[in-house]
T-cell receptor
Framework: QKEVEQNSGPLSVPEGAIASLNCTYS??????FFWYRQYSGKSPELIMS????GDKEDGRFTAQLNKASQYVSLLIRDSQPSDSATYLC??????????FGPGTRLSVLP | DTAVSQTPKYLVTQMGNDKSIKCEQN?????MYWYKQDSKKFLKIMFS???????INETVPNRFSPKSPDKAHLNLHINSLELGDSAVYFC????????????FGPGTRLTVT
């Protein structure tokens, strides 16, 4: 079983819709969870971090964490064409480094 | 103003050559990393340094050698380059501790011919 899994996509949503990106992880003692956005040819850019169960909102972005289900998601409200990118989920636990998922490619259609 | 910078941005070289990539961060972070992103876009940790000391060395050929002259700099030297080394290499930094968010440099695209 891969440590961090994401649907590779592409996930296509119309402009203005909610994009829902999902990530599951295998290590039950994982403690920190991150979402990064990577445009083609660019470096990963941190969008959100979440450390405890529940929702965390920042502008149009909401991260959701459910440690019991080993699941973290990212919702993007009012999706814009500029949100089209690959979204990487990263998971960390104390004493070990980040493990990145393979990324989900999001395409927001005008 | 750049938080994490890398040089060069592009590197084209022939098999068997030795090359270096430099990284600098001005965020005051204690921990720096090297990642490799291959053609399938999978991002994998190579090395992690905390206050100039190596703390993680994933399974990486010993042709790759990181050097940290101070906690703001982490360089990557690659000996005897192979075709399979072609990838984008990212430097990143974070406040001390593996649980903190990491900030990435712009990347160095290495092409070995």
């Amino acid at each position: 079983q891969k440590e961090v899994e994401q649907n590779s996509g592409p996930l296509s949503v119309p402009e203005g819709a909610i994009a829902s990106l999902n990530c599951t992880y295998s290590d039950r003692v994982s403690q920190s969870f991150f979402w990064y956005r990577q445009y083609s040819g660019k470096s990963p850019e941190l969008i959100m971090s979440i450390y405890s169960n529940g929702d965390k909102e920042d502008g149009r972005f909401t991260a959701q964490l459910n440690k019991a289900s080993q699941y973290v998601s990212l919702l993007i409200r009012d999706s814009q064409p500029s949100d089209s990118a690959t979204y990487l989920c990263a998971v960390a636990r104390y004493g070990q480094n980040f493990v990145f998922g393979p990324g989900t490619r999001l395409s927001v259609l005008p | 103003d750049t938080a994490v910078s890398q040089t060069p941005k592009y590197l084209v070289t022939q098999m068997g050559n030795d090359k270096s990539i430099k990284c600098e961060q001005n965020l005051g972070h204690d921990t720096m990393y090297w990642y490799k992103q291959d053609s399938k876009k999978f991002l994998k940790i190579m090395f992690s340094y905390n206050n100039k000391e190596l703390i993680i060395n994933e399974t990486v050929p010993n042709r790759f050698s990181p050097k940290s002259p101070d906690k703001a700099h982490l360089n990557l030297h690659i000996n005897s380059l192979e075709l399979g080394d072609s990838a984008v290499y990212f430097c990143a930094s974070s406040p001390s501790g593996g649980l903190n968010e990491q900030y990435f440099g712009p990347g160095t695209r290495l092409t070995v011919t």
